[in-house]
C-alpha cells in the first residue's frame, strides 16, 4: 500500500505474523511530514501468498522489496523493517546499496538463531501446525510479539491469529529459522540508520541492537522507547514516527556540492 505522498519514500517491511497494516497507525503522522509510506505483505502474511511448501529466504524478500519499488516507479526509497522486516531490509541494502538512502531498523537484529532460540521455535511452530487448540498459543504469542500488558493492542492481531490457516505460515517460519547471520556484513551498509527497540522487548535484546547499530557506519547507536515491547511500531506510534521522520529528513537531505573556484 502506498500513501501517495509527492514526497520522499520510506519503505516498512512488517514483522512475523503481523502484516503491512500494523504500520497504520503512523501513516498519516508521515503523510503530514510529506513522507510517502509504502508498505507490503511479506510472503505467506496478509494478501501475499506463497505456493504450499516452496522455500524461501529473506534474500528473496529482499529482492520482493525492490519488485515493488520498481513496479511503482521509484528508484530509491529509505526502507526499514519490524522484526522479519528488518531482516529483509538489512538484505535490500546490500544487495541494492545505491537505491537505499537510510535504514530504520526497529526490533529486530542481524544474527542468526542461536541453538536455545532455534529449539524453541521449532517445538512452537509444530504446536502452530498441529491439532492443538490455539487460544493457548494465542496467549503466550501475543505478549512476546507485540508487547504490553493490555489485551485491547493484541485484540487486532490475535483474531487473525484464530481465523487463519495455522500451516500456511510454515514457509515463512522455515525462513525465519533458517537464516544466516549478517553481522560480518554490517560494515558494507553506509547509509544513515535509526537502530530502534522497545525498552521491554526480550526477542530482540538490548545486546542484540547494540551489536547491529555498532557494525553500522551511519547509526548513532540504539533509541530505546520506554515501556514498549516488541511491538513498538503498533503499541507506541506517537514515539517511533517522529523518529522515523527525522530518519527520513536526514537521509534525502541535500547534500552540499563542491565549490570549484576559477
Known sequence: ??????????????????????????????????????????????????????????????????AVLDELGIGGAVIGGMNQGGYSALRMALLAPERVSGLALIDTEAGACSPAELAFQRTFFQRWAGPEPIAPLVAELAPQLIGGTDPRLWRTWTSRWYSSDRRAILPAARCLMDRRSVLHRLPEITAPALVLRGSHDGASTAQKSEALAAGLVGADGVVTVPGAGHGAVWTHPEVVAPLLIRLVRRATAPRPGLLVQM
Open 1 to 66: 500500500m502506498t500513501s501517495d505522498v509527492p514526497g520522499p519514500t520510506l519503505l516498512l517491511a512488517h514483522g512475523f505474523l503481523m502484516d503491512e497494516s500494523m504500520f497504520e497507525p503512523m501513516r498519516e503522522s508521515l503523510a503530514a511530514a510529506g513522507i510517502n509510506l509504502v508498505t507490503i505483505d511479506a510472503r505467506c502474511h496478509g494478501r501475499t501468498q506463497s505456493p504450499e511448501g516452496e522455500p524461501f529466504s529473506y534474500w528473496d524478500l529482499a529482492a520482493d522489496g525492490l
